[in-house]
């Protein structure tokens, strides 16, 4: 797997934090990734009752696998939210996100290429 297979739009399917009917909040939950230079990466979210933008680069983890490292700034029921997280490839089809909001809580994602 590389950078590129990153890209596109994912439909989050699970927040494995939240409560069950969590994503049920937005007709559309969903990750969109636009992979720039094979280095840089921008998009969106918006699932639940969260919106946002993000802005990341690829970096290799202690096991040589590749992952997207961002950082993140949007909204979560009118209130600004910012912080920083990682998505990794389970396998062409399958992104598992971790959000770390700032001062706050971690949440998990899992996203399934749409």
């Known amino acids: 797997m590389d950078e590129k297979d990153f890209a596109g739009k994912w439909r989050v399917t699970e927040a494995l934090d939240l409560v069950e009917d969590y ?6 939950p969903h990750l969109q990734l636009t992979v720039k230079n094979r280095k840089e990466v921008d998009g969106s979210y918006h699932f ?3 919106d946002g933008f993000i802005d990341g680069s690829f ?3 202690c096991k040589g696998n590749l992952r997207l490292s961002f950082s993140f ?3 979560d029921e009118m209130t ?3 912080g920083c997280g990682t998505a990794t490839l389970e396998s062409l089809d399958t992104l598992t996100l ?6 706050g809580d971690t949440y ?3 996203c ?3």
Do not use: A, C, W
């Open 23 to 28: 994503l049920s909040l937005t007709p559309d």
């Open 48 to 50: 639940g009752v969260q």
């Open 59 to 61: 970096e290799r983890d």
């Open 73 to 75: 700034e949007g909204s």
């Open 80 to 82: 600004e939210v910012s």
């Open 98 to 103: 971790k959000m770390h909001y700032h001062m």
């Open 108 to 110: 998990t994602f899992i």
């Open 112 to 114: 399934k290429r749409n």
